[in-house]
């Protein structure tokens, strides 16, 4: 896959917009229930995804080995965005596989998302200005202000989740959303 994509964001916000939630499976010891009572909404994943200021991704080297580091991002219309450099060991990573995790640093309210991740080069305006915007309200403590033009010429991820796992109480609640993607 290419290293940067114009993204469709409608197209990208309806993929998001219906995970299936189920039980993830695991082996029968860990004692995750088999009914669905007690299941976490996906509005806690959205909330605790607009709510964190920093996000650890892991992605992986083109020979194999891992790669952690925590980015700054914003979580918009069901799709987290971050940004950096693409000469960046991140960046460079995601250029030959896409497939990355995202996990915020609680281990206590837990998020996990799996999916891939895809530069963004020239994003639209209206899209661009709500990131810097909501970039500048969550980083103004540090004096971090994005104009939206600072991703013209990349720069700008968006991760596209496959996957979600959550939970507040593990194993009680633990929860998993698998999403359609095309």
């Known amino acids: 896959m290419p290293a940067s994509k114009k993204s469709s964001d409608k ?25 669905e009572r007690g299941m976490l909404p996906w509005r806690f994943v959205e909330e605790q995804m607009s709510n964190a200021r920093n996000y650890w991704i892991g992605t992986t080297r083109p020979d194999g080995r891992p790669h952690a580091t925590p980015v700054w991002g914003a979580w918009l219309d069901g799709a987290l965005y971050f940004e950096g450099s693409p000469q960046t060991r991140r960046g460079r990573n ?68 496959r996957a979600a796992f959550a939970w507040t109480q593990f194993p009680k609640d633990t929860t998993r959303w698998l999403f359609s993607v095309d």
């Open 11 to 35: 197209k990208h916000a309806a993929e998001v917009a219906k995970p299936r939630r189920s039980r993830p499976k695991m082996p029968k010891g860990y004692g995750i229930p088999t009914s």
């Open 94 to 161: 995601l250029a030959a596989n896409p497939a990355l995790v995202v996990h915020l640093e609680s281990a206590d309210q837990v998020v996990i998302l799996e999916g891939e991740a895809f530069e963004i080069r020239q994003p639209d305006r209206s899209l661009a200005a709500r990131l810097a915007e909501a970039m500048s309200a969550k980083y103004k403590a540090v004096g971090y202000r994005p104009s939206p033009e600072q991703w013209d010429n990349g720069g700008l991820y968006v991760v596209r989740p």
